[in-house]
């Protein structure tokens, strides 16, 4: 293509003017560069008295060539506060083609006889400014964040502040509290070429650690890895604050790619470990030992979202499977998280669960295939909305040898031992020998109706979990902002007493999941066979196990013998067995707060053809503790505090109850019938507090029968 010759000589003409002027300011900067610096050291002082309350020192400042700058003795020494900072001699070069275009990166840092103090006593901190909000600035946008634009300057940031050349000698980091003090000593850590080399001095010589790798800036890579000197890498501070023992051989990060795609900021990378050693009380009894784990990430920073995306892969072992996570900030806060897996071989998964975390399983022996999907889904603003689906889909699968636990033990006879605090109770045998043991069919179908209306009424349909509970759990938990209400099972609750510790942890809390799945898929064990263990050894009462000890103890009966009202009752006292005697009056009355209860399970086990409709509240006037329990004359409630308040209408239990048996669910093996409107006792006067409590009760039954039928 030609181009006419003025046109050239005018591109020349203003090329040639750009590098005069570019010049000019050269020279005129070279010239001013002391006193430009003078004054910016000023500025900086100012600045951190200003907003900081910091007192910032610099002994010298003055440049060597062009781009870079020789400080000596620099300290910091918040206000009123221990000192923070001091470096004797403090290098830095910046690359001066970014700095014409406005970034300011670093070509060298050298520092030397450096220390950084981070102290804390009785609550007092020495960098506190760190955490000190600025002054809103009213004149600013309140223009919202872009979040691919915030995580992609950050990154910029953070990789303009790496120099192409680093020497650094004799830095200590150390942070002292009023019961600890935890410090790392770097003799000398450099960058040359790319090549990151370090090594860091861990309390002394406690441990010594190494930081290898490689960092490449202008290409937005790095590759590094953490590791000691003969032994773990080891974090004794975070043990003795956090009560969190952990360390490892190796830890090791990759940053590969950075690539923008309109708002989307997308960075890919991986991050492993080996031989990982965990140890928490609210994690497992025991130490979690990983051999080798990692993830491949993308991540993606939205204009309103964070995200890791579903081409991530995480490895452990021998299994793979494709994580998705992410949280929307904006219009509305959504946390969204998926799992999925390919097929995978059964015992190659058993054989990637980390050493003690799953202790009953050690050394099961499976064979067939598994493949696992996982789906959440919640909305911050409409919680009741949320969607959780598990499936753990089985091709084949069956069980070789039990290992450690033989679970197939709750089909013959065997001995439970309950522990309390840690400590056991008693051995309890579950079986003929045990004269108080009711095989099934001897317990009253009321006491067994009962029970299932109030726990679990899909028992003998459901393959061990109910989702349908799980969703309600997890919203009615997100609106309390606290653990209010699980979603168990009575599969679930047969397998924590007879398989588990009773320590409440994470990794038992799993490991009930999984043992409850094997149990219910492999059809180790009948419904109904499961339902008699259950019923023969949970807790009725203080030192109370199983039906056949609670029907003698409370009422001196056969549990063949109990009646609607005395089956409800002890449906009542199931989730909090230790209050059973608080229930009564001191003449074996129940007390009136647990009216609404027998309403409830009454009025729905009625509806379900388990009972005929009761005008005297299921029962609930005949019950009678037998007598050498009773306390003797009747305390009146306005006297004493009412221990079942929280079985009344305006209580969280009732809703909880109503939670677990109304909605979508899988279809009740036991037959639902129409009911008529419950009729009031006639033969006790009725208070006007309690006819505002029935109307009540009786508005939320119809509510809630409501909301049951639109579903």
Same mark, same amino acid.
Do not use: C
């Given at each position: 293509?030609?181009?006419?010759?003025?046109?050239?000589?005018?591109?020349?003409? +203003?090329?040639?003017?750009?590098?005069?002027?570019?010049?000019?300011?050269?020279?005129? &900067?070279?010239?001013?560069?002391?006193?430009?610096?003078?004054?910016?050291?000023?500025? &900086?002082?100012?600045?951190?008295?200003?907003?900081?309350?910091?007192?910032?020192?610099?002994?010298?400042?003055?440049?060597?060539?062009?781009?870079?700058?020789?400080?000596?003795?620099?300290?910091?020494?918040?206000?009123?506060?221990?000192?923070?900072?001091?470096?004797?001699?403090?290098?830095?070069?910046?690359?001066?083609?970014?700095?014409?275009?406005?970034?300011?990166?670093?070509?060298?840092?050298?520092?030397?006889?450096?220390?950084?103090?981070?102290?804390?006593?009785?609550?007092?901190?020495?960098?506190?400014?760190?955490?000190?909000?600025?002054?809103?600035?009213?004149?600013?946008?309140?223009?919202?964040?872009?979040?691919?634009?915030?995580?992609?300057?950050?990154?910029?940031?953070?990789?303009?502040?790496?120099?192409?050349?680093?020497?650094?000698?004799?830095?200590?980091?150390?942070?002292?509290?009023?019961?600890?003090?935890?410090?790392?000593?770097?003799?000398?850590?450099?960058?040359?070429?790319?090549?990151?080399?370090?090594?860091?001095?861990?309390?002394?010589?406690?441990?010594?650690?190494?930081?290898?790798?490689?960092?490449?800036?202008?290409?937005?890579?790095?590759?590094?890895?953490?590791?000691?000197?003969?032994?773990?890498?080891?974090?004794?501070?975070?043990?003795?604050?956090?009560?969190?023992?952990?360390?490892?051989?190796?830890?090791?990060?990759?940053?590969?790619?950075?690539?923008?795609?309109?708002?989307?900021?997308?960075?890919?990378?991986?991050?492993?470990?080996?031989?990982?050693?965990?140890?928490?009380?609210?994690?497992?009894?025991?130490?979690?030992?990983?051999?080798?784990?990692?993830?491949?990430?993308?991540?993606?920073?939205?204009?309103?979202?964070?995200?890791?995306?579903?081409?991530?892969?995480?490895?452990?072992?021998?299994?793979?499977?494709?994580?998705?996570?992410?949280?929307?900030?904006?219009?509305?806060?959504?946390?969204?998280?998926?799992?999925?897996?390919?097929?995978?071989?059964?015992?190659?998964?058993?054989?990637?669960?980390?050493?003690?975390?799953?202790?009953?399983?050690?050394?099961?022996?499976?064979?067939?295939?598994?493949?696992?999907?996982?789906?959440?889904?919640?909305?911050?603003?409409?919680?009741?909305? +949320?969607?959780?689906?598990?499936?753990?889909?089985?091709?084949?699968?069956?069980?070789?040898?039990?290992?450690?636990?033989?679970?197939?033990?709750?089909?013959?006879?065997?001995?439970?031992?309950?522990?309390?605090?840690?400590?056991?109770?008693?051995?309890?045998?579950?079986?003929?020998?045990?004269?108080?043991?009711?095989?099934?069919?001897?317990?009253?179908?009321?006491?067994?109706?009962?029970?299932?209306?109030?726990?679990?009424?899909?028992?003998?349909?459901?393959?061990?979990?109910?989702?349908?509970?799980?969703?309600?759990?997890?919203?009615?938990?997100?609106?309390?902002?606290?653990?209010?209400?699980?979603?168990?099972?009575?599969?679930?609750?047969?397998?924590?007493?007879?398989?588990?510790?009773?320590?409440?942890?994470?990794?038992?809390?799993?490991?009930?999941?999984?043992?409850?799945?094997?149990?219910?898929?492999?059809?180790?064990?009948?419904?109904?066979?499961?339902?008699?263990?259950?019923?023969?050894?949970?807790?009725?009462?203080?030192?109370?196990?199983?039906?056949?000890?609670?029907?003698?103890?409370?009422?001196?009966?056969?549990?063949?013998?109990?009646?609607?009202?005395?089956?409800?009752?002890?449906?009542?006292?199931?989730?909090?067995?230790?209050?059973?005697?608080?229930?009564?009056?001191?003449?074996?009355?129940?007390?009136?707060?647990?009216?609404?209860?027998?309403?409830?399970?009454?009025?729905?086990?009625?509806?379900?053809?388990?009972?005929?409709?009761?005008?005297?509240?299921?029962?609930?006037?005949? +019950?009678?503790?037998?007598?050498?329990?009773?306390?003797?004359?009747?305390?009146?409630?306005?006297?004493?505090?009412?221990?079942?308040?929280?079985?009344?209408?305006?209580?969280?239990?009732?809703?909880?109850?109503?939670?677990?048996?109304?909605?979508?669910?899988?279809?009740?093996?036991?037959?639902?019938?129409?009911?008529?409107?419950?009729?009031?006792?006639?033969?006790?006067?009725?208070?006007?507090?309690?006819?505002?409590?029935?109307?009540?009760?009786?508005?939320?039954?119809?509510?809630?029968?409501?909301?049951?039928?639109?579903?």
């Amino acid at each position: 293509m030609h181009i006419p010759s003025k046109y050239l000589k005018i591109t020349g003409i +203003v090329t040639a003017s750009i590098l005069i002027l570019l010049l000019i300011g050269g020279v005129i &900067a070279y010239n001013k560069r002391e006193s430009l610096l003078k004054a910016g050291v000023e500025r &900086a002082i100012k600045k951190a008295k200003r907003d900081y309350h910091l007192d910032l020192k610099v002994g010298s400042a003055s440049f060597a060539g062009i781009r870079t700058v020789n400080l000596e003795n620099i300290s910091v020494v918040p206000e009123n506060r221990d000192s923070l900072m001091y470096i004797e001699k403090f290098r830095v070069g910046i690359k001066l083609l970014p700095l014409i275009l406005g970034d300011i990166k670093l070509a060298e840092v050298t520092t030397s006889n450096a220390w950084i103090h981070l102290t804390r006593k009785d609550s007092i901190r020495n960098y506190d400014f760190l955490f000190r909000k600025k002054s809103a600035d009213t004149t600013r946008s309140t223009r919202q964040v872009n979040l691919g634009e915030l995580a992609n300057n950050l990154l910029n940031q953070m990789l303009y502040k790496i120099p192409d050349d680093m020497d650094v000698k004799d830095l200590e980091i150390k942070f002292t509290n009023d019961t600890t003090s935890f410090s790392l000593y770097t003799p000398t850590a450099t960058i040359v070429d790319g090549a990151v080399k370090s090594t860091i001095n861990v309390n002394g010589k406690e441990s010594v650690w190494h930081v290898d790798g490689e960092v490449y800036p202008d290409d937005k890579q790095l590759k590094l890895s953490l590791f000691a000197d003969g032994k773990k890498v080891e974090l004794p501070f975070i043990e003795k604050q956090y009560g969190l023992k952990l360390n490892f051989d190796t830890i090791s990060t990759e940053m590969k790619r950075v690539t923008r795609d309109g708002d989307d900021f997308r960075i890919s990378g991986s991050w492993a470990i080996k031989n990982l050693l965990i140890n928490h009380p609210r994690i497992a009894a025991n130490d979690i030992v990983l051999p080798e784990g990692s993830i491949d990430a993308d991540m993606v920073f939205g204009r309103n979202f964070i995200a890791i995306d579903s081409s991530s892969v995480i490895h452990i072992k021998n299994i793979q499977a494709n994580p998705f996570i992410k949280y929307t900030l904006s219009p509305e806060k959504i946390y969204e998280l998926k799992l999925h897996t390919n097929e995978l071989d059964a015992q190659q998964l058993f054989n990637s669960f980390p050493t003690g975390l799953f202790e009953s399983l050690e050394g099961m022996q499976v064979a067939g295939k598994l493949q696992y999907d996982m789906n959440f889904h919640l909305n911050s603003k409409h919680p009741d909305k +949320v969607v959780f689906e598990s499936r753990l889909t089985n091709k084949e699968f069956r069980v070789i040898s039990w290992g450690k636990n033989n679970f197939r033990k709750i089909n013959g006879p065997f001995v439970y031992t309950p522990y309390e605090y840690g400590k056991p109770m008693r051995n309890i045998t579950i079986g003929q020998e045990n004269p108080d043991y009711t095989p099934i069919q001897q317990i009253s179908p009321l006491l067994r109706n009962a029970v299932l209306t109030a726990e679990d009424p899909s028992f003998y349909s459901h393959n061990g979990f109910v989702e349908e509970s799980i969703r309600k759990s997890i919203a009615t938990n997100f609106k309390e902002k606290a653990f209010k209400r699980g979603g168990s099972t009575i599969s679930m609750q047969l397998v924590k007493n007879v398989y588990l510790n009773r320590q409440k942890t994470l990794a038992r809390k799993i490991e009930e999941i999984l043992i409850v799945w094997i149990i219910e898929n492999s059809h180790m064990s009948s419904k109904q066979r499961m339902f008699e263990v259950y019923l023969n050894l949970i807790e009725w009462g203080r030192n109370i196990y199983g039906i056949g000890e609670a029907s003698r103890f409370y009422f001196n009966k056969h549990p063949s013998e109990l009646s609607l009202g005395e089956s409800i009752y002890l449906a009542s006292i199931v989730p909090r067995p230790k209050s059973g005697l608080n229930f009564f009056e001191g003449d074996g009355s129940l007390r009136t707060g647990l009216r609404g209860y027998f309403r409830l399970i009454g009025g729905l086990m009625a509806r379900r053809g388990l009972a005929q409709p009761d005008s005297n509240v299921y029962g609930f006037y005949a +019950v009678r503790l037998k007598e050498s329990l009773r306390r003797g004359t009747p305390v009146t409630d306005s006297l004493m505090t009412d221990s079942l308040a929280e079985f009344g209408e305006d209580q969280s239990e009732v809703a909880d109850i109503l939670d677990q048996i109304f909605g979508k669910r899988k279809p009740d093996t036991l037959a639902t019938k129409p009911t008529d409107q419950i009729p009031s006792p006639v033969n006790k006067p009725k208070s006007p507090a309690e006819i505002r409590k029935e109307k009540r009760d009786q508005r939320r039954l119809e509510r809630e029968k409501k909301k049951n039928d639109g579903l």
